[in-house]
Every structure is written in structure tokens, then in C-alpha cells.
């Protein structure tokens, strides 16, 4: 897993790269948590690079957006492939956060 | 079993193992030459097997994980053998959501993947006697091609 | 032993198993986050490796092969055991371009590239006996990234 | 393995997608076979979608070439990635066979 992260003031952006399962959930959760300032109200993860997707990618996907809920701030998913698609819809993830098709498009409208 | 193809992967319950056995299973099951989803529907429901092996079988250390595969014409059948403490209540630890993991982003949603990639999902288990899960998918026949 | 990460992949000697084990010891390799280059390495020396373990052990029938693969801090070794008719002559079998094969499409060249991949191959096999190839290769280390 | 071939006239264009082991050369042996009417002096192969290749592979490709040099016929070889480059320099065969960019280029050249 490349986990890339860049800071715009109060967005957090956060780009994956790879496959999410237990052991790349838990780098992806320290990584997001070692950015997380008191000044971050929104939390962009860009999955574009993530081919494959489990229940333990899922939990920290939705453990990150209570975390930044608890804060009152959002947080939007970027462009997935259709195997992390369909599994973010079969667990209704996408009821609970919006997803956009590229970073300008969440940047803009989230 | 006249012409069945098998493999047995052994390894340490580690996270980082899930990946390799993930790989190795999706790699048998292409020789029947699957759709994309298809192959999709094994590497999840391998990797949540795997994955309770390692996170719910050994608690605060590892073990051993065993991973049978085998092709017989379209059929995959895979086993995902673990030596831990095993599972006390099967039927409710297969129900959705229910996780005995205090972990909010434990999910409970473990087998309910499994079962949605798989046609057959069995579970063996006893407390204190490890945990045997087997995974059963069937390949319809696709029309021939040059491959 | 202390922090090895060890595996073992057992399977019938086919022609189509060969994939199957270049790409769980890729899998493994993989978590030394290996360059590209290396990683082709060690899929072509696990290939060659292997495939002599399918095409002259078991001549004329299948057999077990066994692959075991362990990563110990940046070091991979992987032994690929056959129990098929084992090598007279191994100084010979390592020349480059010789081949027991007949067939002129048979290159000769496998331990050559197993060889130029790794940075030590070492081959104990008799008559009657199987043979086990050992395979290793040091992965430097690469400069800390956010992975 | 996949495997697409075409018939031009005197030339066969045979398109390899996959991995081109001990496997998957026995199937490229059997389609290249196939086709080789007599008609056939040149062959072109293909390789852009090749990931992998090993000695079984090279040796497929070699014996392809013995068989149509035996009738007088030429080959080559389109589009290698850089592994496969690796080998098929590291065992000489760029040097008795072209290669080309594209197909388009060998059909033009060749
Ligand atoms: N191999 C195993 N060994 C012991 N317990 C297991 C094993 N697999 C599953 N379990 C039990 O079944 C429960 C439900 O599993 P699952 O549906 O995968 O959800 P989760 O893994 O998120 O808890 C687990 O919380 C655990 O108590
Ligand atoms: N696992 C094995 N069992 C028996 N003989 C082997 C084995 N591996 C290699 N050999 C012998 O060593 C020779 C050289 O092997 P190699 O360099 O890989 O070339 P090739 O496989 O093309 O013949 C083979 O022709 C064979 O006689």
C-alpha cells in the first residue's frame, strides 16, 4: 500500500494505492491519524489506486468518518473501481458519504 | 478426484499473510479462466477467512494457518484451517454485524461476505479446537475461445 | 528465526502450477516493497525452479512439489523440493545451454537464470533422491517512504 | 494465456496477452501450428501484452523461428515490455530476430 497525503488548509487529502485488508487498514489508520490537526474539518480519501477492498478496509474507511463526524467534519470518497464500488455499496457506504469522481469534483462540491 | 488440481499453503497468522493467500487462491482459481468478478468473489471471501484466522483464532499471538485449495472441473472448494481457540456459538457468530471484537471498526461482516461471493460457506468449529471454514464456488462453463 | 516471515506451498508437478508458485513467492517478496526489476527476479528464478521440478523429476508421471519460501530482515530464500529422480551430474545440469531434454526447444538455460536473478543458488539432489534448489537474494534496504 | 491470430495474405499476426511460461507456450506452440498454412513466410508475434517470460517461454518463441526460417520465412517480434526485453537480450534473441514498435512498423519493414 503508497499512502499519499497532502494538507490545504482545513481538507486533508489522503490518496491510497494498492489493496485495503487488515494489514494495509492499520497503515492507512496511523497515517490518516498522524495528519489529523485540530484544524482538519474534512477529509478527502481518494481510492482511485485501491484495486481490492475487504471488511477490515471497510471498518477503517467508516472508523475514519466517525472520527471526523465526532469533530463535526465531513468526509467524501474519490473515484473506486467496481470491485471497491460494489463492496462500499453492498455495506451502504455510499448512503453515508458522498463519492466523487475525481478530487476537483470533491474539492469543489463537498 | 481423477482430475482434480490441489494446493496447501501453510504460514504464520500474520496480516500481511492474508494478501499472499489471497494471491495464491486467485491464482489457482484462474486457471478455469473466470470473470473478473468472479475472481473479485474469491479474493474477498478467501481474505475475510484468512483474515479471522488470523485476527480471531490465536488472541495476542499467532499460529498456524492452513489453506487448502483444490480445482475439480468447475468447482473450487478452498479450506481455511486454523488450531485457535475456535468459535463457541457458530450461528450467531455467521449472522451479520455480530463481531465479539470490542473494535468499533470490527465490522461483523465477515462471513455475510462470504457467503455473498460463495455459493457454499461451511463452518467447523469447537472452543479450543481450532476453526475449519470451507468455501465452495462453482465456475459455470463459458463459451469456448482461443486461450 | 527471530522476525522470519516463513511459508509453504505444496502442489502437483503441472505445467499450470507453475504460475501459481511464482506468484505466492512474488506475494511474499512483496513485502519488502521490492523494486519492480527485483520482483521480475524472483518470479523468473521461482519459474525456472519450478518448472524443472514439473518438466525432469517426474518423468513421464506428476509428483509433489513443495516450495518453501522465508523472509528473515531483507533476505529471501526459497527451496523448491521435488522427490522425482534427482541429478547425476549437477556441475553438468548448471552449465549454461546444457540440457538432458531432447527437445530442441528446451533452452538449457534455467539454472542460468536462476543464477543471474538471485545471488546464490545452490542445488542438493542425487540420483533417485529428488533435488532441492535454493534460491536467495538479499533486498537493500530503500530509503523510508509513507508505505 | 490469450491468444489472437490473424492471416494477411503470406503474413500471420499472432497477439499474445498473459503470462509465457511452460504452460502457456505449449497453447502459443499449438495456435501458432494451427495456422501455419503453407501459404505462410511470415510471421509476426506479437508480444505487447506479455508480462512474463521465462526459458519455457523463449524457447517456444525460438522454435517458432527455427520452423519459419526452415521454409525460408522471416519473423519478428512487436512491442516487449521490459522484463521481456531483459530476457530476450540476455539470451540473444534481438539479435537474430527484429523488433518493432508496432505492428504497423513490421508490416511496413519486415
Ligand atoms: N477463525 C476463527 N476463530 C475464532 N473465532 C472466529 C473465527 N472466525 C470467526 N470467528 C468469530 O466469529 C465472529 C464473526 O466473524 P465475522 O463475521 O468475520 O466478523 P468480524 O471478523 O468482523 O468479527 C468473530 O467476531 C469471531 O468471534
Ligand atoms: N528438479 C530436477 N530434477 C531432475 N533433473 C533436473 C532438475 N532440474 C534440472 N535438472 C537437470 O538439469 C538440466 C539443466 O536444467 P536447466 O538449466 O534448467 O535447463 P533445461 O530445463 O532447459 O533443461 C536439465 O536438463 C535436467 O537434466
Known amino acids: 500500500m503508497r499512502i499519499d497525503k497532502q494538507t490545504n488548509g482545513e481538507t486533508l487529502i489522503v490518496r491510497l494505492d494498492g489493496e485495503l485488508d487488515e494489514h494495509t487498514a492499520q497503515k492507512m489508520r496511523e497515517a490518516v491519524q498522524e495528519s489529523l490537526g485540530d484544524e482538519i474539518t474534512r477529509l478527502v480519501l481518494n481510492l482511485h489506486g485501491v484495486t481490492f477492498i475487504d471488511s477490515s478496509g471497510l471498518g477503517a474507511i467508516l472508523g475514519r468518518f466517525r472520527e471526523i463526524s465526532q469533530r463535526n467534519g465531513r468526509m467524501c470518497l474519490v473515484s473506486v473501481n467496481p470491485q471497491v464500488r460494489h463492496i462500499l455499496e453492498l455495506a451502504g457506504v455510499l448512503k453515508i458519504m458522498p463519492l466523487y469522481r475525481s478530487e476537483t469534483r470533491a474539492l469543489e462540491e463537498a | ?147
Chains 1, 4 share one sequence.
Open chain 2, 1 to 147: 478426484m481423477e482430475d482434480c488440481n490441489e494446493l496447501v499453503l501453510e504460514f504464520v497468522s500474520r496480516p500481511e499473510n492474508v494478501a499472499v493467500a489471497r494471491v495464491t487462491v486467485a491464482a489457482l482459481a484462474a486457471q478455469l479462466d473466470p470473470s473478473l468478478p468472479e475472481l473479485d468473489d474469491v479474493r474477498l471471501a478467501v481474505s475475510e477467512a484468512v483474515t479471522n484466522a488470523t485476527i480471531h483464532a490465536y488472541p495476542g499471538t499467532t499460529g498456524r494457518v492452513v489453506v487448502r485449495a483444490r480445482l475439480c472441473q468447475r468447482r473450487l472448494t478452498v479450506e481455511i484451517i486454523d488450531y485457535g481457540q475456535g468459535i463457541a456459538d457458530i450461528e450467531q457468530a455467521r449472522q451479520p454485524s455480530f463481531s465479539t471484537d470490542p473494535n468499533p471498526e470490527r465490522m461483523g461482516l465477515g462471513f455475510a461476505f462470504m457467503e455473498s461471493c460463495m455459493d457454499q460457506v461451511e463452518v467447523e468449529s469447537a472452543p479450543g479446537r481450532g476453526t475449519t471454514i470451507r468455501l465452495i464456488k462453482e465456475f459455470p462453463e463459458v463459451p469456448a475461445e482461443d486461450s
